[in-house]
């Protein structure tokens, strides 16, 4: 069992930045493959970035490429997003996931683990 918890969140004028962390419960963080997911009200929650076990192997949907950032500290159970550049539309609700096993899967249904969501509000 994983309990995951994020923070980070906020309000932030358009092109700034904001890092999410995810916290992380169990002694076998190393073998999980860590998500970001966004939803927005009325809409399916979509894949925005993923990280394998050892932080090599990073994936990114199209339209944060370049501007955010996955990463990993698995000495301390962390994940995090640094987003850069932030657009009106990044605005949402983002959540942390994890999966066991190497794949990084882009689906939701294939990640066991949530958080309970971080908002991140971008103004005009």
């Known amino acids: 069992q994983v309990q995951l918890v994020e923070s980070g969140g906020g309000l932030v004028q358009a092109g700034g930045s904001l890092r999410l962390s995810c916290a992380a419960s169990?002694?076998?963080?190393?073998?999980?493959?860590m998500g970001w997911f966004r939803q927005a009200p009325g809409k399916e929650r979509e894949f925005v970035s993923a990280?394998?076990?050892?932080?090599?192997?990073?994936y990114y949907t199209d339209s944060v490429k370049g501007r955010f950032t996955i990463s990993r500290d698995n000495a301390k159970n962390l994940v995090f997003l640094q987003m850069n550049s932030l657009k009106p539309e990044d605005t949402t609700v983002y959540y942390c996931?994890?999966?066991?096993?190497?794949?990084?899967?882009?689906?939701?249904?294939?990640?066991?683990?949530w958080g309970q969501g971080t908002q991140v509000t971008v103004s005009s």
């Open positions: 990280i394998s076990g050892s932080g090599e192997r990073t």
């Open positions: 996931a994890a999966r066991q096993g190497t794949f990084l899967s882009v689906e939701t249904r294939r990640f066991v683990y």
């Open positions: 169990g002694r076998t963080f190393s073998s999980y493959v």
